[in-house]
């Protein structure tokens, strides 16, 4: 089956630097992959997608490029803020017709950035 | 457009008791996607419904049910509640269903179940 196995958390960063999160998966068919992104006391906020192999989504400063040798997709952003201190999720989607509305979750990632 | 919203947003119910929660989808999605989220689980499928039918459902008991209405809100009802079903309860929309690789689900803030 489908599973996506993200970095052990949690990530203590201070401002303004680098950021990566490795994000593997294992898939039978062709997954579109996401990063979701969970703020305290709130829903899962679409960070970025990339539906297929080689395609990079980027979204306020965050990267991510779908690597199909790898089986990977990390998560990276330049410089960091304090502001991006969340929960990250990495997710998977079949998209050959059989996932039926179900995305494929990693444990998520924790990140606290400090000043 | 207005997001997925869901109520009640806090719920606190007692063990035994059954709870019935509300989804409506950003409009023109018809997919409706359900979510339990637990620190120790993660983020778990519960079902999936698209032109009210369920498509889809993960592995939880026949105590979680589901149904979708006609103009695409959803509600999910569990029923005889358990201290273990305490968790955030996540709904997503999509504009069809998650089949197709463009295809991305919008999720609601969720509603947070405490079982007493």
């Known amino acids: 089956g489908n599973s996506v196995t993200q970095m052990e958390g949690p990530v203590t960063l201070s401002e303004e630097a680098f950021l990566t999160i490795n994000c593997t998966y294992t898939a039978t068919g062709y997954p579109s992959l996401f990063w979701y992104v969970q703020y305290p006391g709130e829903g899962l906020q679409l960070l970025l997608k990339?539906?297929?192999?080689?395609d990079k989504g980027s979204n306020k400063g965050f990267e991510a490029t779908y690597r199909k040798e790898t089986t990977s997709f990390h998560l990276e952003k330049g410089s960091v803020q304090v502001s991006d201190s969340a929960v990250y999720f990495c997710?998977?989607?079949?998209?050959?017709?059989?996932?039926?509305?179900?995305?494929?979750f990693g444990q998520g990632t924790i990140l606290t950035v400090h000043p | 457009k207005a997001g997925v919203t869901q109520t009640p947003r806090y719920l606190i119910k007692t063990r035994g008791q059954q709870v019935t929660l509300s989804c409506s989808p950003i409009?023109?999605?018809?997919?409706v996607s359900w979510y339990q989220q637990t620190p120790g689980q993660g983020l778990q499928f519960l079902f999936e419904?698209?032109?009210?039918?369920?498509?889809n459902k993960g592995n939880f008991p026949g105590r979680f049910s589901g149904r979708q209405f006609s103009n695409s809100r959803s509600e999910m009802n569990v029923s005889t509640l358990e201290l273990g079903d305490s968790a955030l309860y996540l709904c997503a929309s999509s504009p069809s269903p998650l089949d197709r690789s463009t295809d991305t689900q919008y999720f609601g803030p969720g509603t947070r179940l405490t079982v007493l």
């Open positions: 419904y698209f032109s009210e039918t369920q498509r």
């Open positions: 990339a539906t297929k192999a080689d």
């Open positions: 409009s023109g999605h018809r997919s």
């Open positions: 997710a998977l989607v079949d998209a050959g017709g059989t996932s039926y509305g179900k995305l494929t």
